[in-house]
């Protein structure tokens, strides 16, 4: 069964940096990254499998996902107030899709928290 739990959430000021990890147990295909604001609907941030990346528009040139044998990770560079969001890793059974949808990835980690400042 796999299990997943983010770490490295944090305050941070607007064009500052913070690098998040998740830990995997077991295995998946692809792994992505969503982040839900107050309020707001969840949207997905970023997807990795063995093939390549995908990223939402909104982070592009700013955020890089990459991985190793034990965690995940997202890093984030020149953060704005509006990346504020509780951050979630995810993980699906099959390749990533060239897109990001919520259905698709079926187990989740707990989530940590982003605060960015102006």
């Known amino acids: 069964q796999v299990e997943l739990v983010e770490s490295g959430g944090g305050s941070v000021q607007a064009g500052g940096s913070l690098r998040l990890s998740c830990e995997l147990s077991?295995?998946?295909?692809?792994m992505g990254w969503f982040r839900q604001a107050p309020g707001k609907e969840r949207e997905g941030v970023a997807s990795?499998?063995?093939?390549g990346t995908t990223y939402a528009d909104s982070v592009k040139g700013r955020f890089t996902i990459s991985q190793d044998s034990a965690k995940k990770y997202l890093q984030m560079n020149s953060l704005k107030p509006e990346d504020t969001a509780m951050y979630y890793c995810?993980?699906?059974?099959?390749?990533?899709?060239?897109?990001?949808?919520?259905?698709?990835?079926?187990?989740w980690g707990q989530g940590t928290q982003v605060t960015v400042s102006s």
């Open positions: 077991g295995y998946a295909y692809c």
């Open positions: 995810a993980a699906r059974g099959g390749y990533c899709r060239p897109y990001l949808a919520e259905g698709d990835f079926g187990y």
């Open positions: 990795i499998d063995r093939r």
